[in-house]
């Protein structure tokens, strides 16, 4: 069974920063693309940003561009998402998301954390 467990979320005051950090553990023989996306209220969740195992990352969502970084440590098996010059409007539920083989099935599945609320206040 994988899991993917995430941390560091909170409330902060527009400017701040925060550093989110998930990882995953269990059956895991290859974890491919790793991302970050989000959910705000009444909205649809929406990708932030993700990164392969090795290669260039990737930011969707281009208002975060500068602001965000991604980056993952292959050897702890986690993703993480610096989180700069925060806006009020980057309050949302950020999940973690990972394609990952656990040699349990033919295929790799995706894997979803369970949500890290991340709230800027003005």
């Known amino acids: 069974q994988v899991q993917l467990v995430e941390s560091g979320g909170g409330l902060v005051q527009a400017g701040g920063s925060l550093r989110l950090s998930c990882a995953a553990s269990?059956?895991?023989?290859?974890?491919?693309?790793m991302g970050w996306y989000r959910q705000a209220p009444g909205k649809q969740r929406e990708l932030v940003a993700r990164?392969?195992?090795?290669?260039?990352?990737?930011y969707a969502d281009s208002s975060v561009k500068g602001r965000f970084t991604i980056s993952r440590d292959n050897a702890k098996n986690t993703v993480y998402l610096q989180m700069n010059s925060l806006k009020p409007e980057d309050t949302a539920v950020y999940y973690c998301?990972?394609?990952?083989?656990?040699?349990?099935?033919?295929?790799?599945?995706?894997?979803w954390g369970q949500g890290t609320q991340v709230t800027v206040s003005s």
């Open positions: 269990g059956s895991i023989i290859r974890i491919n693309i």
């Open positions: 990164i392969p195992t090795g290669g260039t990352t990737n």
């Open positions: 998301n990972a394609n990952i083989y656990d040699g349990l099935r033919y295929y790799a599945s995706d894997y």
